[in-house]
């Protein structure tokens, strides 16, 4: 039997992780004519009903403090709801009306933001080579969403980038949280609290009845999306970011294959270009990071000396 090191789990877990979020994509598209948020209501209550009851088992098991809020976390959890919701919000408006791998990459400007909202939160110093990626990837986005004096076409990609700003803020805000030792459970419970709190009063006065189907489909986009939680938690439990994040990209590529199989989606020839940009950048900023960190590793002084 093959041992897989933990660096090559870490890459399948976080290529499933792009799998899971791309087939997420695909079933809230497929459960039609429902309001957004509606759609991101039943995706986040998936994602309450398993954080809470990871909690209650913790709690059950001895951990105290299961439930427990360290201090100077609040705000940030706050912080971390609002983006994270802004981020699905953002999303699943754009999957309704763009094609698949538009959406996708435009949320994958989350990892660039977060960077951003890193230096603005934690004063995490932004070096000459991050800050060129970001630039150039920004311009890229820019392909994709095509700005025009037709806002009503323009619009569902504007969103989609707001919704990977979002995202980006709420990266920056999960990472100030793990310093301050917050549990990761309770963080995706109070997001997911949180998003169906604000979606609520849309469901009580707005609720769409569902046919079976749809309900099915929006059951399926839970599943996947909390496939794609749990997977990419188990990609960094086992791989530091820097030698696995660019493995997250193949999410396009799925969403793309998808896009084409389920909705005979085809990106124009400038989104494309905007994909090249924006992943080429990505990986020169995965690059960059692995040199920093080999030779971060390598100016150690060894313990023999």
């Known amino acids: 039997m093959i041992k897989l090191s933990n660096t090559t789990k870490g890459v399948i877990y976080i290529i499933a992780s792009a799998f899971f979020f791309a087939l997420m994509a695909v079933f809230v598209r497929l459960a039609g004519d429902i309001h957004f948020v509606?759609?991101?209501?039943?995706?986040?209550?998936?994602?309450?009903?398993?954080s809470f009851a990871g909690l209650c088992k913790d709690f059950k098991n001895g951990d105290k403090a299961a439930f427990a809020i360290p201090k100077g976390a609040l705000v940030f959890l706050f912080t971390r709801a609002i983006a994270g919701s802004v981020g699905i919000f953002g999303n699943f408006y754009a999957i309704d009306?763009?094609?698949?791998?538009?959406?996708?990459?435009l949320n994958k400007m989350a990892p660039f933001f977060a960077i951003v909202f890193s230096f603005l939160l934690m004063k995490e110093k932004i070096k000459p080579v991050p800050l060129i990626c970001?630039?150039?990837?920004?311009?890229?986005?820019?392909?994709?969403?095509?700005?025009?004096?037709?806002?009503?076409?323009?619009?569902?990609?504007?969103?989609?980038?707001?919704g990977g700003i979002g995202a980006g803020l709420a990266y920056a805000c999960v990472r100030k949280l793990s310093y301050l030792k917050c549990n990761g459970k309770m963080i995706i419970f109070f997001f997911s609290t949180f998003s169906m709190l604000l979606s609520l009063p849309y469901i009580i006065f707005c609720y769409n009845?569902?046919?079976?189907?749809?309900?099915?489909?929006?059951?399926?986009?839970?599943?996947?999306?909390?496939?794609?939680?749990?997977?990419?938690?188990?990609?960094?439990?086992?791989?530091p970011a820097s030698k696995i994040s660019i493995y997250d990209y193949t999410q396009i590529l799925f969403s793309t294959l998808l896009g084409l199989v389920?909705?005979?989606?085809?990106?124009?020839?400038?989104?494309f270009i905007g994909y090249g940009?924006?992943?080429?950048?990505?990986?020169?900023?995965f690059l960059y990071n692995t040199r920093q960190n080999e030779e971060k590793i390598t100016d150690k002084p060894s313990e023999n000396k």
């Open 134 to 162: 970001i630039t150039v990837a920004f311009l890229g986005a820019i392909l994709i969403v095509k700005p025009s004096f037709d806002f009503s076409k323009m619009l569902p990609t504007f969103v989609a980038f707001l």
């Open 262 to 271: 389920f909705f005979g989606q085809l990106p124009d020839v400038l989104s």
């Open 277 to 285: 940009i924006i992943i080429l950048m990505a990986l020169l900023n």
């Open 38 to 50: 509606q759609k991101a209501f039943f995706r986040n209550a998936v994602a309450f009903i398993i």
């Open 97 to 105: 009306r763009i094609v698949l791998a538009d959406a996708a990459i």
């Open 209 to 239: 009845p569902m046919t079976l189907n749809q309900f099915l489909c929006l059951c399926g986009a839970g599943i996947c999306a909390a496939g794609g939680q749990f997977t990419i938690t188990a990609a960094y439990y086992h791989a």
